[in-house]
């Protein structure tokens, strides 16, 4: 399984820039997939953006052009860079990943780091 810890969260101001890292542990090896959900009290978690192991990126239609993921192969680390933030931007992002090693698929999850847009 992946341990995965994220970073980065903070209160901002609308229109500023903030980027998220996550970084991976354990069996990584085994990871194909790695995403930034977000959640809000009382809603679903959604899928923000994702990354797969050949690169190819997907994105929440809200967040294009102001969002972007990347990663980092040698420090085991995603991002999430977020320009020109909104209000209901504001939400605990979440880190994910998903691997398959011998024992299986899984799916992991990080702790959370909260974002908050605001005046």
């Known amino acids: 399984q992946v341990h995965l810890v994220e970073s980065g969260g903070a209160l901002v101001h609308p229109g500023e820039s903030l980027r998220l890292s996550c970084v991976a542990s354990g069996s990584i090896s085994g990871i194909y997939s790695m995403a930034w959900y977000r959640q809000i009290p009382d809603k679903q978690r959604e899928l923000v953006a994702s990354i797969t192991s050949g690169g190819n990126t997907n994105y929440l239609d809200s967040v294009k052009g102001r969002f972007t993921i990347s990663r980092n192969n040698a420090k085991d680390t995603i991002y999430l860079q977020m320009n020109s933030l909104k209000s209901e931007d504001t939400a605990v992002y979440y880190c994910?990943?998903?691997?398959?090693?011998?024992?299986?698929?899984?799916?992991?999850w990080g702790q959370g780091t909260q974002v908050t847009v605001s005046l």
């Open positions: 994910n990943a998903d691997s398959e090693t011998n024992s299986g698929v899984f799916q992991d």
